[in-house]
């Protein structure tokens, strides 16, 4: 347990270290991240869809695509000078690597969000009513779904040497299931749908926002799991 | 971690590998290969490109698996107990395996981390300063010369003190002073109780570094000796003839 801490707090360290010294991504995200919110901003004015639907639709958006550009870094960063192959030479498991490098994802993602939450609330004058706590969660479980498959499917692209378009695909499908409770949920938070919606369609599927969250917390569950147990396999392979 | 870890044979051999298989596609790159290794030996694997020797070195490793056959390395089978081979060995690649954002010292600190080497800051200075790169400790790797980066690439390789040390084609790329050093480093370690597995186009200095020459061509050993009982001229002369038969 002890050497499992060490070497994962020493990946995790040396990862963030990395990051915020070659700043290669970070910028990069938070660039993507404020043209989408911006582009979204000047649909708004003259869609028939309020504020808080843009809103939350901007929020998720950038932070799909942006976590993209994160979680393909995350396996490039070790295919220079053929690092990835320094760490399998070490005694170090490849689910404490997964492990490390999702830690890293979901907190470039959680920088990402301080910046870029703030300017959607702006743009799109929304409000969560005091209800920051679910707000919070919510972003957390999507921050958490959206970084446990990227990160696995960073690697597999990685190994395969493929670029970005294959994880983009890869990843998006996957993720569908989870958006549409996320999606649901951020709504909710910003007033833009009922409590309670019953009938036919997609958010009627998902039907509460307590279903909802429960959905979400299921997917990460799952895919976090199956992730770090997939990651062995496929390295060792 | 910082002794050399203790081996689980009884005989002095370090590595054993039998009957070692590997194909890429229909090429073949190694058939049916075998070869033992002792303690404190110096091996030079030769041989053309494309003849099998870092698929050789990467299967010992354990990088790669081998379509048959068995490597062990101070007893462990690498494929099956990887974990137990694992500290037993270090690896001097083509690449240098380093992050180009850290420092010297940031660098072997990350590596002993992942050994688990205790008194590591002890451990990384002497190493540093083994090497010869005490002035550029705080330096970031991206910015170090090819031999500087190469000798740093050695003491990443030796941080938790490996009974065997694998270098694939290590000289590549040096400059004469710079290959001296390099050979310092690796008489070194040879002296310390190493076990080196070196492969090199150049035979000089594979006569130079080591005491066992082997020549691997089309996936086969075809020529295996001390080398005390190799006469230095001859043999250069002959496998500059064999090279240039091959290419």
Redesign the interface.
């Known amino acids: 347990m002890n ?1 499992f801490c ?2 994962l ?3 995790f360290i ?1 990862d963030i ?2 990051e915020f ?2 700043k290669q991504v970070l910028p990069t995200m938070i660039v993507l991240g404020m043209l989408i919110v911006w582009v979204m901003r000047i649909v708004s004015e003259s869609a028939s869809a309020g504020n808080a639907v843009m809103g939350a639709a901007a929020l998720w958006i950038s932070l799909l695509f942006s976590g993209l550009l994160t979680q393909e870094r995350s396996f490039a ?1 070790e295919e ?4 990835m ?9 490849p689910e404490t690597i997964y492990i490390a490098k999702l830690l890293v994802n979901i907190i470039m993602l959680c920088v990402f969000e301080i910046v870029v939450v703030p300017v959607v609330f702006l743009a799109f004058a929304v409000s969560v009513d005091g209800r920051w706590v679910e707000f919070i969660t919510v972003l957390l479980l999507g921050n958490i779904g959206i970084s446990s498959v990227g990160t696995l499917f960073s690697a597999v692209v990685g190994l395969a040497r493929t670029r970005g378009s294959l994880l983009s695909i890869i990843v998006l499908v996957i993720l569908m299931p989870m958006m549409i409770p996320a999606t649901f949920a951020l709504l909710q938070l910003f007033n833009a749908i009922p409590t309670e919606i019953s009938g036919i369609g997609t958010l009627a599927f998902v039907g509460s926002f307590d279903a909802a969250m429960g959905y979400m917390v299921a997917f990460d569950a799952v895919f976090v799991v199956a992730c770090w147990l997939l990651f062995g396999f496929i390295i060792k392979e | 971690m910082n002794e050399r870890v203790q081996n689980n044979n009884d005989d002095e051999s370090v590595i054993t590998i039998t009957s070692v298989s590997k194909a890429f596609g229909s090429r073949v790159v190694l058939d049916n290969v075998d070869l033992g290794v002792y303690k404190t030996q110096g091996i030079c694997i030769c041989g053309v490109n494309g003849a099998g020797k870092s698929t050789l070195l990467r299967i010992i490793a354990g990088l790669l698996r081998p379509a048959k056959g068995s490597v062990r390395l101070c007893g462990f089978d690498v494929s099956v107990e990887p974990e137990k081979a694992k500290p037993h060995l270090g690896l001097i690649s083509h690449k240098s395996m380093l992050y180009p954002e850290l420092t010297i010292s940031e660098n072997l600190r990350f590596f002993a981390r992942l050994y688990g080497v205790r008194n590591a800051h002890d451990r990384i200075q002497k190493l540093i300063e083994d090497v010869g790169l005490s002035p550029y400790r705080y330096d970031k790797a991206c910015v170090l010369s090819r031999g500087m980066l190469q000798r740093l690439a050695i003491a990443r390789a030796i941080v938790h003190n490996p009974t065997v040390l694998l270098a694939d084609e290590p000289f590549t790329g040096l400059d004469t002073q710079a290959s001296q050093h390099l050979i310092n480093v690796l008489d070194k370690f040879q002296a310390d109780g190493g076990t080196l597995v070196m492969t090199t186009h150049n035979t000089r200095l594979a006569l130079e570094c080591c005491d066992r020459v082997v020549v691997l061509d089309k996936g086969n050993f075809i020529f295996d000796a001390k080398t005390s009982q190799i006469d230095t001229g001859p043999f250069i002369e002959d496998y500059c003839a064999y090279a240039r038969s091959r290419n």
Request: charged share 20%; net charge negative.
């Open positions: 050497y060490e070497s707090w020493a990946i040396k270290v990395t010294r070659s960063v220079h000078a053929d690092c192959s320094g760490l399998l030479l070490a005694p170090v498991e």
